[in-house]
């Protein structure tokens, strides 16, 4: 099992960047796929970035289109910990972003978490 925390999030200003952390404990989080999600109120929540597992297509990535150059995912094994550098941030990227493990290669899908972390809410203001 793994358990995640997310840190880093809060209010900036169009354009601004933010970087979240996931801190995992228990097992080491290169063992999972891991992902970050979104959820804006009244919205449904949404991969919107995602790395596979070490041992699988290591260094795969997914971005939803919204996020695709703006935001990157990584992972630094040694600190089991997960990142989501976000620049150009833009008032639609308001939203709780969760960070997400599968125990699956890669999360194709948010119905393949296994673990969440608790959520970090990220504001940005025009």
């Known amino acids: 099992q793994v358990q995640l925390v997310e840190s880093g999030g809060g209010l900036v200003q169009a354009g601004d960047s933010l970087r979240l952390s996931c801190a995992a404990s228990g097992r080491n989080i290169r063992w999972y796929g891991t992902g970050w999600l979104r959820q804006a109120p009244g919205k449904e929540r949404e991969i919107v970035a995602a790395?596979?597992?070490?041992?699988?297509?290591?260094?795969?990535?997914f971005y939803a289109d919204s996020v695709k150059g703006r935001f990157t995912i990584s992972r630094d094994s040694a600190k089991n910990t997960v990142y989501l550098q976000m620049n150009s941030l833009k008032p639609e990227d308001t939203a709780v972003y969760y960070c997400?493990?599968?125990?699956?290669?890669?999360?194709?899908?948010?119905?393949?978490?296994?673990?969440w972390g608790q959520g970090t809410q990220v504001t940005v203001v025009s």
């Open positions: 997400a493990a599968t125990t699956a290669q890669f999360m194709g899908s948010k119905e393949l978490v296994d673990y």
């Open positions: 790395l596979s597992r070490a041992d699988g297509d290591s260094g795969s990535t």
